[in-house]
């Protein structure tokens, strides 16, 4: 934004020099009580949020500027409606007291939030991640990866361009970052319904991109994570932390490690196949999607993780029968089940919470829901230890109690804090001695006046004596005139009134001293105990992590155990052959919908490679063949990712893709027939069967 800075004021000298620094970016400006909007952003801002747009009248310039506003303190309520609309936003704070100077006040940008890299509660959504995901089109192979910063989840691949524009479709990143000269190969491969952000090839160099990520964690090399050999995905990697530093991200403790996505554990599924089938979310706005059905997680951790297991299910035995042993074991056992629920829901979202650990922006209050996150810990870990399943058992031998931690909370925070330090009440009474003292000179303030001023009474005769406040001259004593004669010499006399003169001591100075000073005293330190609690904290990010892992598997599996309760699901027969033989199935999602009453007609399906290799179904419209379709290819898909399925009997020879092509989903608008999306899109599935 070229602006011309005659007649400028210094403020708004300011404003264009740091929107000249982000360009791309809503700059929101705070000013006093404000955050402030100017020129194009103040437009925008009022368009977006609806809020007035007026103008600010540059001295002894003619055009006056466009402006929109909105008080400091309703920031979560703006910024996440920014955010959603797609804008990056560049938040500039005051970074002094404009109490303390003369001159303009200091300030600078603390935050750059884009739709991928956000952390307040307010912008993200409970139950579902915010990736942040990386392109980079490499010499033999696209490379991608994917960060979620508010849980720290790392993750990097490469591959075929529609390999990842598969896995686009399955982690549904809201912000994708690519090389700016490769913006026509972008649109080409991955369409342009991502938002994206473009970056500098320098990015995307493998010198550039292994030397961030060998500097973060650490390390000589890559081998540890896995992922030395897959060239392209560490450079898609390497820009996403570089992007991270240009967004002034910089405390990510909480990334601790960078992970491989393995191919040829998951079954692929494209993206028609995870819409059609309505895995994630319904295609009509009153529907409902598998999710929906087998959704029932305590916790957030538990519902992220779910979300992922729905699109990406297992094609190994072993993995999938320990998971459908834990969801055996849990359906079994109603007390542990009970116990599961119970504790569970006193965890909260562990993982968000340790990550705004590290970025050292978590509240009295969520420290105080980690340590009851860690109390809740303690009776599962008990319960799975003495659990007769492996898989149960390995999952409490990896809990950790951090006990010293967990004391050490309840030992210095009240148990119902405020949701701000500088509110005051935050450290618990008996830890700090000091604190207890200065609480202590501000609270027994009232009672300490009523014993000066009655102990004075009686010592000089004076009845009427009474003690007050000024911001003049403080604490003073205040005598009535017919008692002049029976002031003391010691005394001060400081303001003589009609009636009354005023006096102070020595003895009401150096209590004002304490009791002012006092308050001050107490905010500065219960800040300090606070961070150096929160500092501490920073050590026990990887044991907490884990924690919040194992946490959202159990939570995850327990979900399959209700649902199976709830919808009477059966244990499928999983096996590595070509056969699959499922008795009486039912679709998971439509017998859930049905009106009162109705009950869901089941049906039988048979196919192998010997006997049965090919049915074709007819029918007239809406007599169920799609559902029947849909069906079975929900419950091979419930059964590897190993929960119950809707059936009296189900034995699934494992499959390694999933493919649908049910009901057109027109792409008129590309200009593309019925016909021929029909067309292409069985061709996409006979030239990637396996």
Same mark, same amino acid.
């Given at each position: 934004?070229?602006q011309?800075?005659?007649g400028?004021?210094p403020?708004m000298?300011?404003?264009?020099?740091?929107?000249?620094?982000?360009?791309?970016?809503?700059l929101?400006f705070?000013c006093?009580?404000?955050y402030?909007?100017?020129?194009?952003?103040a437009?925008? #801002?009022s368009?977006?949020?609806g809020?007035t747009l007026?103008?600010?009248?540059?001295?002894?310039?003619?055009?006056a500027?466009?402006?929109?506003?909105?008080?400091?303190?309703?920031?979560?309520?703006?910024?996440p409606?920014?955010?959603?609309?797609?804008?990056?936003?560049?938040?500039?704070?005051?970074?002094e007291?404009?109490?303390?100077?003369?001159?303009?006040?200091?300030?600078?940008?603390?935050?750059?939030?884009?739709?991928g890299v956000?952390?307040?509660?307010?912008v993200?959504?409970y139950?579902?991640?915010?990736?942040?995901?990386a392109i980079?089109?490499?010499?033999t192979?696209?490379g991608?990866a994917?960060?979620?910063?508010?849980t720290?989840?790392?993750?990097t691949?490469?591959?075929?361009?529609?390999?990842v524009?598969?896995l686009?479709?399955?982690?549904a990143?809201?912000?994708?970052?690519y090389?700016?000269?490769?913006?026509?190969d972008?649109?080409?491969?991955?369409?342009?319904?991502h938002c994206?952000?473009e970056l500098?090839?320098?990015?995307f160099?493998e010198?550039t991109?292994?030397?961030?990520?060998?500097?973060?964690?650490?390390?000589?090399?890559?081998?540890?994570?896995?992922?030395?050999?897959? +060239?392209?995905?560490?450079?898609?990697?390497?820009? /996403?932390m570089q992007?991270?530093e240009?967004? +002034?991200?910089?405390?990510?403790?909480?990334?601790?490690?960078?992970?491989?996505?393995?191919?040829?554990?998951?079954?692929?599924?494209?993206?028609?196949?995870i819409?059609?089938?309505?895995l994630? +979310?319904p295609?009509?706005?009153?529907?409902?999607?598998l999710?929906n059905?087998?959704?029932?997680?305590?916790t957030a951790?538990?519902?992220?993780?779910?979300?992922?297991w729905?699109?990406?299910?297992l094609?190994?035995?072993k993995?999938?029968?320990?998971?459908l042993?834990?969801?055996?074991?849990?359906?079994?056992?109603?007390?542990y089940?009970a116990?599961?629920d &119970?504790?569970l829901?006193?965890?909260?979202?562990?993982?968000?919470? /340790?990550?705004?650990? #590290?970025?050292?922006?978590?509240s009295?209050?969520?420290?105080?829901?980690?340590?009851?996150?860690?109390?809740a810990i303690?009776?599962?870990?008990?319960?799975?230890?003495?659990?007769d399943n492996?898989?149960?058992?390995?999952?409490?031998?990896?809990?950790?109690?951090?006990?010293?931690?967990?004391d050490?909370i309840?030992?210095?925070i009240? %148990?119902? %804090?405020p949701?701000?330090?500088?509110?005051?009440?935050?450290?618990a009474?008996?830890?700090?001695?000091?604190l207890?003292e200065?609480r202590?000179?501000s609270?027994?303030?009232?009672d300490?006046l009523i014993? /000066?001023?009655?102990?004075?009474?009686?010592?000089?005769?004076i009845?009427?004596?009474k003690i007050?406040?000024?911001?003049?001259?403080?604490?003073?004593?205040?005598?009535?005139?017919?008692?002049?004669?029976k002031?003391?010499e010691?005394?001060?006399?400081?303001?003589?009134? #009609?009636?009354?003169?005023?006096?102070?001591?020595?003895?009401?100075?150096?209590y004002?001293?304490r009791?002012?000073?006092?308050?001050e005293?107490?905010q500065?330190?219960?800040?300090?105990?606070?961070?150096e609690?929160v500092?501490?904290?920073? &050590?026990?990010i990887?044991?907490?992590?884990?924690?919040a892992?194992?946490?959202?598997?159990?939570?995850?599996?327990?979900?399959?155990?209700?649902?199976?309760?709830?919808n009477?699901y059966?244990?499928?027969?999983?096996?590595?052959?070509?056969?699959?033989d499922?008795?009486?199935?039912?679709?998971?999602?439509?017998?859930?919908?049905?009106?009162?009453?109705?009950?869901?007609?089941?049906?039988?399906?048979?196919?192998?490679?010997?006997?049965q290799?090919?049915?074709?179904?007819t029918?007239?419209?809406?007599?169920?063949?799609?559902a029947l379709?849909?069906?079975? @290819?929900l419950?091979?898909?419930?059964?590897?990712?190993g929960?119950?399925?809707? @059936?009296?009997?189900?034995r699934v020879?494992?499959?390694?893709k999933?493919?649908?092509r049910?009901?057109?989903?027109?792409?008129?608008?590309?200009?593309?027939?019925?016909?021929?999306?029909e067309?292409?899109?069985?061709?996409?599935?006979?030239?990637?069967?396996?």
């Amino acid at each position: 934004m070229a602006q011309n800075d005659q007649g400028l004021t210094p403020m708004m000298k300011q404003f264009y020099s740091f929107k000249a620094k982000h360009p791309d970016a809503l700059l929101l400006f705070r000013c006093g009580d404000f955050y402030e909007t100017y020129s194009e952003d103040a437009v925008e #801002a009022s368009r977006v949020l609806g809020i007035t747009l007026t103008k600010r009248n540059n001295k002894g310039n003619s055009d006056a500027t466009e402006m929109a506003g909105f008080p400091h303190h309703a920031l979560d309520t703006y910024l996440p409606k920014l955010i959603r609309a797609g804008k990056r936003v560049a938040i500039c704070d005051q970074l002094e007291d404009p109490k303390l100077t003369k001159t303009l006040v200091k300030r600078g940008i603390t935050e750059l939030v884009t739709p991928g890299v956000a952390m307040g509660d307010t912008v993200l959504n409970y139950k579902e991640n915010n990736f942040l995901a990386a392109i980079h089109f490499g010499k033999t192979a696209c490379g991608v990866a994917f960060l979620d910063i508010s849980t720290g989840e790392f993750i990097t691949g490469q591959g075929s361009f529609d390999y990842v524009e598969k896995l686009l479709g399955s982690f549904a990143p809201k912000e994708v970052l690519y090389e700016r000269t490769h913006k026509k190969d972008f649109e080409r491969y991955f369409g342009n319904k991502h938002c994206v952000f473009e970056l500098d090839d320098w990015v995307f160099t493998e010198q550039t991109a292994r030397q961030k990520l060998l500097k973060h964690f650490g390390t000589q090399n890559l081998k540890g994570f896995g992922v030395e050999h897959v +060239q392209s995905g560490v450079v898609a990697a390497g820009a /996403i932390m570089q992007y991270l530093e240009i967004t +002034q991200h910089t405390n990510i403790g909480h990334i601790t490690s960078l992970a491989l996505i393995e191919e040829d554990r998951y079954v692929r599924l494209d993206k028609f196949t995870i819409r059609s089938l309505e895995l994630i +979310q319904p295609m009509q706005d009153d529907g409902a999607s598998l999710l929906n059905v087998v959704d029932r997680t305590v916790t957030a951790m538990g519902g992220r993780l779910l979300r992922r297991w729905l699109v990406f299910p297992l094609k190994e035995v072993k993995p999938i029968e320990q998971r459908l042993d834990v969801v055996d074991y849990i359906f079994r056992y109603p007390e542990y089940r009970a116990l599961l629920d &119970e504790q569970l829901h006193r965890i909260g979202d562990l993982e968000r919470i /340790i990550s705004k650990v #590290a970025v050292g922006r978590v509240s009295p209050r969520e420290m105080v829901q980690l340590k009851n996150a860690l109390q809740a810990i303690q009776p599962l870990k008990i319960a799975c230890l003495e659990s007769d399943n492996e898989t149960i058992r390995q999952i409490g031998e990896q809990m950790n109690l951090c006990e010293s931690l967990r004391d050490r909370i309840e030992h210095e925070i009240q %148990p119902d %804090p405020p949701l701000v330090v500088n509110r005051g009440n935050v450290i618990a009474e008996g830890f700090s001695p000091e604190l207890d003292e200065l609480r202590n000179i501000s609270r027994g303030g009232r009672d300490f006046l009523i014993d /000066i001023q009655q102990r004075e009474a009686e010592s000089t005769g004076i009845s009427s004596l009474k003690i007050g406040y000024n911001n003049v001259f403080g604490y003073y004593l205040e005598v009535r005139n017919t008692y002049k004669d029976k002031v003391p010499e010691e005394w001060v006399r400081k303001q003589t009134l #009609a009636q009354a003169e005023r006096y102070i001591t020595q003895e009401l100075k150096e209590y004002e001293e304490r009791i002012l000073g006092a308050d001050e005293k107490i905010q500065s330190l219960e800040e300090r105990l606070f961070n150096e609690l929160v500092t501490a904290t920073q &050590e026990f990010i990887p044991q907490i992590q884990i924690n919040a892992n194992v946490v959202a598997r159990l939570d995850c599996l327990l979900s399959f155990a209700k649902t199976a309760e709830e919808n009477r699901y059966v244990r499928p027969v999983i096996e590595d052959s070509d056969a699959l033989d499922i008795r009486q199935g039912r679709h998971p999602v439509i017998e859930t919908q049905l009106p009162p009453g109705e009950h869901y007609v089941p049906n039988d399906i048979q196919l192998d490679t010997e006997r049965q290799q090919i049915i074709i179904i007819t029918g007239p419209n809406m007599a169920g063949k799609s559902a029947l379709l849909r069906q079975t @290819a929900l419950i091979v898909l419930l059964a590897q990712i190993g929960c119950f399925v809707p @059936a009296e009997s189900a034995r699934v020879g494992l499959v390694d893709k999933i493919f649908t092509r049910v009901g057109a989903s027109d792409n008129i608008a590309q200009g593309e027939s019925t016909f021929m999306v029909e067309m292409t899109e069985a061709s996409n599935i006979l030239n990637n069967v396996s």
